[in-house]
């Protein structure tokens, strides 16, 4: 079975994983941690890589 790889590009700071789980390593009452979500601060959460042209210089 053929694989399909996508052509979108990927956010190069998270790789495409832009949301992770920390935990803080202290618990709640009923013994589950407690979770900080930290999003990707260059793509907002989203994975993708945003084009931006590079800007033309003339003197």
Not at 7 to 36: E, N, Q
């Amino acid at each position: 079975m053929p694989v399909r790889i996508s052509k979108r590009p990927v956010c190069h700071h998270c790789d495409g994983f832009p949301v992770v789980a920390i935990t803080t390593g202290t618990r709640h009452r009923d013994g589950s941690r407690v979770i900080l979500h930290v999003v990707c601060p260059c793509c907002d959460g989203t994975g993708r890589a945003v084009a931006v042209r590079q800007q033309e210089v003339s003197i």
